[in-house]
């Protein structure tokens, strides 16, 4: 699988930005995709997933009620909606693929995602 991410940039704190990730599969309908996130000196940490029919959502607490992460199977592509961002969500941004995570939980567990975007950098200014 092969993850291109996209959309970051400079964004003001409470505007709303929109990140895109395209996978180049054919069963794209069968992942699990997740956003994390790295910071300046930093471990990378998770922000979002969703399964492979969009009906399962997780966030991070740190996200949750201002982000909102989507997928249209049909242009194999998920996005995340990044409103009222913070400086502290500034971070380099990455998608991630896995098929067959069986519970809610596992998609939020970085080890579990063996494909990887190579990211897209948030800046969100004060």
């Known amino acids: 699988v092969q993850l291109q991410a996209s959309g970051g940039g400079l964004v003001q704190a409470g505007g709303s930005l929109r990140l895109s990730c395209v996978a180049s599969?054919?069963?794209?309908?069968?992942?699990?995709m997740g956003w994390f996130r790295q910071a300046p000196e930093k471990e990378r940490e998770f922000v979002a997933a969703i399964n492979w029919s969009g009906s399962t959502t997780l966030y991070a607490d740190s996200v949750k009620g201002r982000f909102t992460m989507s997928r249209d199977n049909d242009k194999n592509t998920v996005y995340l909606q990044m409103n009222s961002p913070k400086p502290e969500d500034t971070a380099v941004y990455y998608c991630?693929?896995?098929?067959?995570?069986?519970?809610?939980?596992?998609?939020?567990?970085?080890?579990?995602?063996?494909?990887w975007g190579q990211g897209t950098l948030v800046t969100v200014s004060s």
């Open positions: 599969v054919s069963t794209f309908s069968t992942y699990t």
């Open positions: 991630a693929a896995e098929r067959f995570l069986s519970t809610t939980q596992a998609m939020g567990i970085m080890r579990r995602y063996h494909a």
